[in-house]
Each structure stands twice: as structure tokens, then as C-alpha cells.
């Protein structure tokens, strides 16, 4: 299934008639700027062009009321002067002859998206639309905003196919109140945003933004509000919130549809935002949404007021969407402290409401400078920090993000004779001559293998010389022993000058000292025997009470630990390894496939044991792409294991900060 793109120029023809600096930025420009860089990129030709179309009476009075439609329907006939007074009743807005008819577009288009997903035409997709809708409220326009977008696109939802909960991402830079005050009391919409604040002295200075405010009612939990107090937030800040505060909040609450508010001024170079994080963030925050809701995602257009970051944002949400390798994110060098105050705020607000974070007490951090934090001087995050004067939003340069090549082979396999090679994988050719390669291999790496064992291991060899080359995305092998491949893999590629292996073993199995201490490979072991080994900076083993078995334990882990190890990391290769008898369930062990090719340009090689032949099937299936099924709503895990996780994070940060969830204590 492809990938929905919803655009109609129709959209750019209003703009503001009167001068009014607090709406000059809105411009029809921020449309036919995204547009044409997915155009210029061969984006559009890839997906699937719906047309829009105006949404009814109807569809707009599931957010908002009568008499604000009724009045809305009166603007297309002001003059000039009326449509001034009547703005003036509304905040940082304006009104346009035609704003009527695009808003009517911009909230059919959202329907347009969400009717397509959720009838299977499209796996997800994105609207290109102005006006914005998350400000927009019942009875009031505000921000730019005229109709809810988003938020009637969330009750349309619920409404016409009884979907029963829906995540909505809310990335802009400012805070969609008006999507919050729409279903703060409903339970079925669990509804995320982060947004600039400095302590409430940023638009729109509302109280209601703040970390504390969580839902009410029914919808306490359901709230959940993620306030910037400093400008200057970087890659880090934002991917330290994805990994510890709303995707184990995501996975427990396991919706059916996941909705974003897209906005792209939470971008560097935006003059709103005044941000540092670059485009190629989207990349990750978006596929990092869609293992969720398998994959039905939705993206629909808010802020972005930098034509140059926001086509370029555009545009990395939309490969990203159309399954393309994700781009390294290089130097995060971690959360600054005020992203930890905020961190900390809410997963204490939070933490009655959700059972992943229950047991997460946050162990007072130890001692670490400031300065650790913040290892750049770059973003004006703690005055105190920066030296180098201030460059103004537009002024800010950033590299072209990366291209994103696909190779022409999406998964090679290594399978035994006899085993059946899955669906559009390419299974790996025998035919290639090992003759000399034979005896090397005997002597560098087994001693007393069969050839059997031999051949095998040179295929897997070539898996990861085909990786190395781009000629394939990624591999999986079954063999003979998981636990010996492993080893030798580790030893290959740790051949390479500037190789890093990020190696994640699932299931119990000793990992030799030698793999550990070259540094040129992180491991994280997840298994259930509790050896009494601590670990070191290259290697967590991470042990749960019940093993494996425990997706709770194992879904934290994969959170809070292991993607921001490997996102810190940033490795060259991911060895996936499912050691025998490891008990993991083949949902979660999707699911941890998936999330793992967010990483090297998503060159994963996975490593079975041959009586594990029944996951070729599945981890197949999701190394092509596809997105892994819902592991159904996460229980709390054992008290001892999130305790667990968390004294090896608190023991881990000071070597991975990324791995930090609260401030240290020093002042
Ligand atoms: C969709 C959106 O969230 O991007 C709309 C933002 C509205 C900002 C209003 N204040 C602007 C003050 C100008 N310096
Ligand atoms: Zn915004």
C-alpha cells in the first residue's frame, strides 16, 4: 500500500490584506514552497495524489458551533472593513474573502487523509494545508487557525468508523490548545504536545499549557503537555521526550490511528520557534510513530514559517512515510537541563496515569556538570553557557539533510537448503566460488566447523559486504549457531577501520569479553538469568525477572534503554540476535526489529537459530517494511525489573546521556 499526498494550490489563494505583524509570517508561499519541494525531489510522483475536497456543515460542527460557523460563512461577502472588525474579536489572526473555502478545503482534505487510511486504499499519508487548524477552538478562531483540522478529523474518526483510540502528535511549536480543550475530558484521544514556553511568557501565555495539566475527568492522563522553557532545543531534547516520556506512554495507550498536528516551526531557522533541530529529525519522529497503530498514520500541516527548513521538513516526513532509509542523526550530544526539568515535571504529572511510569523513580542524578549536558556550545538553551553572540532564526545555517538512497535490494536472506525464502526477499546465491575465501575463514574463525557452517558463514559475510555497499537495506540469516555467527560477525565487521556494531541480543547466551571491549561494539543483552555481571559502557545486559516473555519489561527496555543507546551510538551496523529459547513473543520481537532500523540507514542483519525457522516469516515481513501488529495495551511491569532498567540507566547516563530523564541536583 502506497502513500497519500493531499495539495490543492486552491489553498494558497488568500493572504493577509492589511498590515499586522503578529500574522505577516503566515504566507501562501509556505504551501507552494513544500509543494514544490516534493515535486523537485520525486516525492509526489511516488505517492498517491488524492484530490481535496470541502468538508459539510456537518464534519465542521463535530468540533466547533453554530453561530461560529454561521459567522465564519458570513466573511466570504465583507468588505475590507468588515473582515478587519471582525478579526479583531479573535487573537493573531486574520480573515480573507476566501479564507472560508480554503478552511473548508484545508479540514476536507484531513478527511480526505483519514477516509483513505482507514479504508486500507493507503498504508498513511499527508495533507498540505493552510489555513492550520490546532489553535482554532468551539466558537473562536486563533493563531492562524479557523477550523480544527485535526481535531474534526480525530471525532470524524471516531464517529464514521467507530475507531476507539486515536493518538494525536501535536509537534508544532506551539501549543494546539485548541485540540486540548476539544477533548481533554475524552479518554479515547490521547492527545501529545511539546511547544515552546519559557515559563509562560510565550503565545498563546496560557496556564493551561503547562506540564500539570493532564486531562480532566475521564481524560485525566490523556493530556499531555510538554513545555520548551528554553529556545535553542536540539535533536536531542527532542528525541530524549519520544524515548522517555511519549512512546512507552504510546505503546501502553496502543491506538488504532495515530493523527499528527505537523508542524514544522519547531524547526531550526524558524523565526517562531526559534529552534535548533534539523530537518532530518522528522525523518526519525515520524517512523518512530509508525510502528505504532500499524503504521496508519496521518499527517496534516500546522506551523513552519522558514521556507527553506519547512521543504525541507516536508519532505523528509514525507520519505519517511514512503518507507525510504532513515538518515543517521550524527553528534547528539544530549538533553540540556531545562529539557530535563521538563522531563521530569511531566513524567511526575504522568505518572499515576501510566503504568510505565509507575515504577520509573528517577534516581536523583548524580553529580554531572552542566557543562556534560550541553557538550556544544550551540543554541541559547542557559545564557550562562553560550559565548558566541546570537545569530537571528533566519540567519541560521544548517547542511542539506543527507539523501537517502534506496538500495535495489530491500532484504537478502541466508537460509538452509529447504527453507523457504519469504515473499519479495532475495534469497542469497550459493553459486559465488568460496574456494581460498573457504580456508581463511576455517582459520580466522572456525577452527572445527563443517563446510556446511563454513559456507554458511561466508553468505552471511556477504550480507554484510552487500550492506556495506548499499546494494541491500538489510539481512537475515538462519543458522546453524545464532550464538558462534554472532561472535564471528562481530569480528568481521569490527575489522573495519570505522565500523560500529550495535549489537542487540535477545534471549540469554554469553557474549565473549573480546566483542565487549573493543568499544567498536555496544552490546544490550535482554534475557531473563541474572548473572552478576554489572555491565560496562559497551555492555547491558539487561535482565528481566520473567524473561523475555515480559513485553511490559521488555517494551521499557526497548524505550528507555535501547534506543537511546543506539541513537547515541549511532552504529555503522545493527546485528539483531534471537538466541534459542529466549521466549520473546513474536509481536515484540517485531516490534524491536522495526524500531532497530531507525539506525544505520536501517542496515539491520538478523540472526536466527535454524529452530526458530518459524520468525523467517515475520521478521521478513518487517524488514521489508511493513509495520509490525499492535502489542495490545502494555500491563505494568515488575516492580523489580523497571527498577532494574532504571538503576542501569542511572549507572549508564554518564557515559550515554541521552539515557537522562531528570536534572541533576547541582545547582
Ligand atoms: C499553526 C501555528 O501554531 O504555527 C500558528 C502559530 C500562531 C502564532 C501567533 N503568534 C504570532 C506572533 C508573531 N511573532
Ligand atoms: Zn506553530
Redesign the pocket.
Known amino acids: 500500500m502506497g502513500t497519500a499526498l493531499i495539495y490543492d494550490e486552491e489553498m494558497t489563494k488568500y493572504k493577509l490584506l492589511w498590515v499586522d505583524?503578529?500574522c505577516k509570517?503566515e504566507v501562501p508561499e509556505r504551501l507552494t514552497v513544500s509543494h514544490g519541494a516534493l515535486v523537485r525531489n520525486g516525492l509526489t510522483d511516488r505517492c498517491i495524489c488524492l484530490p481535496v475536497r470541502e468538508a459539510v456543515d456537518a464534519e465542521i460542527l463535530l468540533v466547533h458551533s453554530e453561530e461560529y460557523l454561521e459567522a465564519v460563512k458570513q466573511t466570504p461577502h465583507m468588505t475590507l472593513e468588515d473582515l478587519k472588525e471582525f478579526t479583531l474579536q479573535y487573537g493573531?489572526v486574520y480573515f480573507h474573502p476566501n479564507i472560508y473555502h480554503c478552511a473548508k478545503l484545508a479540514v476536507g482534505s484531513a478527511l480526505q487523509l483519514v477516509d483513505s487510511v482507514l479504508m486500507g486504499k493507503v498504508k498513511n499519508g499527508m495533507a498540505l494545508v493552510r489555513p492550520?487548524g490546532?489553535?482554532s477552538m468551539r466558537s473562536a478562531a486563533n493563531?492562524?487557525?479557523v477550523f480544527n483540522n485535526v481535531a474534526i478529523a480525530a471525532q470524524y474518526a471516531k464517529q464514521k468508523y467507530g475507531v476507539k483510540r486515536i493518538l494525536i502528535v501535536d509537534w508544532?511549536i506551539?501549543h494546539g490548545q485548541g485540540v486540548q480543550y476539544c477533548f481533554e475530558d475524552d479518554p479515547s484521544v490521547l492527545y501529545f504536545s511539546w511547544h515552546r514556553y519559557e515559563h509562560q511568557k510565550f503565545?498563546p501565555n496560557l496556564k493551561d499549557s503547562d506540564y500539570d495539566i493532564v486531562g480532566k475527568g475521564e481524560g485525566a492522563g490523556f493530556n499531555i503537555n510538554v513545555p520548551w522553557n528554553k529556545v535553542g532545543m536540539e535533536n536531542s531534547d527532542y528525541l530524549s521526550v519520544f524515548c522517555h516520556l511519549l512512546l512507552p506512554i504510546a505503546y501502553e495507550f496502543c491506538p488504532d490511528l495515530v493523527l499528527v498536528c505537523a508542524?514544522f516551526?519547531s524547526a531550526i531557522g524558524d523565526p517562531?520557534g526559534e529552534m535548533c533541530a534539523t530537518p532530518d529529525i522528522f525523518a526519525h519522529l515520524t517512523y518512530l510513530l509508525m510502528n505504532l497503530a500499524e503504521g496508519k498514520l496521518c499527517a496534516v500541516l500546522?506551523?513552519g514559517y522558514n521556507l527553506t527548513s519547512l521543504a525541507q521538513s516536508v519532505c523528509q516526513t514525507v520519505q519517511t512515510l514512503l518507507g525510504d532509509p532513515l538518515p543517521p542523526l550524527t553528534n547528539l550530544t544530549g538533553p540540556c537541563r531545562s529539557t530535563l526539568e521538563s522531563l521530569q515535571c511531566v513524567r511526575a504529572a504522568h505518572r499515576q496515569h501510566w503504568s510505565c511510569l509507575r515504577h520509573a523513580v528517577d534516581l536523583p542524578t548524580f553529580e554531572i556538570s552542566t557543562k556534560r549536558i550541553k557538550l556544544s556550545g550551540e543554541g541559547n538553551k542557559d545564557e550562562a553557557e553560550v559565548g558566541e553572540e546570537q545569530k537571528s532564526p533566519e540567519e541560521k545555517i544548517w547542511p542539506e539533510p543527507p539523501k537517502r538512497i534506496c538500495p535495489p535490494v530491500c532484504s537478502a536472506v541466508v537460509l538452509p537448503d529447504g527453507v523457504v525464502c519469504p515473499d519479495a526477499c532475495e534469497r542469497l546465491s550459493s553459486s559465488e566460488d568460496l574456494g581460498p575465501h573457504l580456508l581463511t575463514l576455517k582459520n580466522d574463525f572456525l577452527k572445527d566447523a563443517d563446510d556446511g557452517a563454513v559456507t554458511a558463514l561466508s553468505r552471511v559475510f556477504s550480507l554484510i559486504d552487500k550492506m556495506k555497499n548499499n546494494e541491500i537495506r538489510n539481512g537475515l540469516a538462519l543458522v546453524g549457531d545464532a550464538a558462534m555467527t554472532m561472535t564471528c560477525v562481530v569480528q568481521y565487521v569490527a575489522a573495519e577501520v570505522d565500523s560500529r556494531v550495535f549489537l542487540v541480543c535477545v534471549g540469554n547466551g554469553n557474549i565473549p569479553s573480546h566483542v565487549i571491549e573493543d568499544g567498536k561494539t555496544l552490546v544490550v543483552q535482554i534475557k531473563d538469568e541474572d548473572t552478576e555481571e554489572q555491565g560496562s559502557k559497551y555492555y547491558v545486559p539487561v535482565c528481566l525477572k520473567k524473561g523475555c516473555t515480559d513485553t511490559s519489561g521488555f517494551a521499557q527496555a526497548m524505550f528507555s534503554l535501547l534506543l537511546p543507546l543506539g541513537y547515541q551510538y549511532n552504529p555503522s551496523l545493527v546485528l539483531l540476535v534471537r538466541m534459542p529459547g529466549s521466549g520473546v513473543c513474536d509481536i515484540m520481537w517485531q516490534q524491536l526489529t522495526g524500531l532497530l532500523q531507525s539506525f544505520a540507514h536501517g542496515h539491520t542483519l538478523v540472526l536466527l537459530q535454524e529452530d526458530d525457522k518459524a520468525c523467517v516469516g515475520p521478521t521478513a515481513s518487517i524488514l521489508l517494511g511493513n509495520p509490525a501488529p499492535p502489542l495490545g495495551q502494555l500491563p505494568a511491569s515488575l516492580k523489580e525489573d523497571a527498577e532494574a532498567v532504571e538503576r542501569l540507566r542511572s549507572r549508564l547516563q554518564a557515559d550515554w546521556n541521552l539515557l537522562l530523564t531528570t536534572a541533576p541536583e547541582n545547582g
Open positions: 505583524p503578529a509570517i493573531d492550520p490546532h489553535h493563531g492562524f487557525c508544532d506551539h503565545w508542524g516551526d517562531e500546522e506551523g
